[in-house]
């Protein structure tokens, strides 16, 4: 069974940072991308970043220059550093791994954390 536990979220004030970890525990899943999603209260669920092994990482328009995905290729845990935080970056960020099981590509979803920005 493959579980993915995100952590490292929290309430700070705008401009501050957060270090999100993702951690998948399946000793048998070997993880070929990662990536984190936020879903804000209202809105639909976006992607935020993306890494794959050996890939160039991707982000959306919002998190470039301010967040930064990083994972050893091959590892299990990654993490996204947000800096210079917003309020509108309040949501909930999720990481979605993807890898092989069998012959199909499968995706896992983590139940997420919690980031609030506030004055």
């Known amino acids: 069974q493959v579980q993915v536990v995100e952590s490292g979220g929290g309430l700070v004030q705008p401009g501050e940072s957060l270090r999100l970890s993702c951690a998948v525990s399946?000793?048998?899943?070997?993880?070929?991308?990662m990536n984190w999603h936020r879903q804000a209260p209202g809105k639909q669920r976006e992607l935020v970043a993306g890494?794959?092994?050996?890939?160039?990482?991707d982000y959306a328009d919002f998190a470039k220059g301010r967040f930064s995905i990083s994972r050893e290729s091959g590892a299990k845990t990654g993490y996204l550093e947000m800096n210079n935080l917003k309020p509108e970056d309040t949501a909930v960020y999720y990481c979605?791994?993807?890898?092989?099981?069998?012959?199909?590509?499968?995706?896992?979803w983590g139940q997420g954390t919690q980031v609030a920005v506030s004055p």
């Open positions: 979605r791994v993807g890898g092989p099981i069998g012959d199909a590509l499968v995706d896992y």
């Open positions: 890494i794959s092994n050996g890939g160039i990482p």
């Open positions: 399946a000793s048998r899943f070997s993880v070929y991308a």
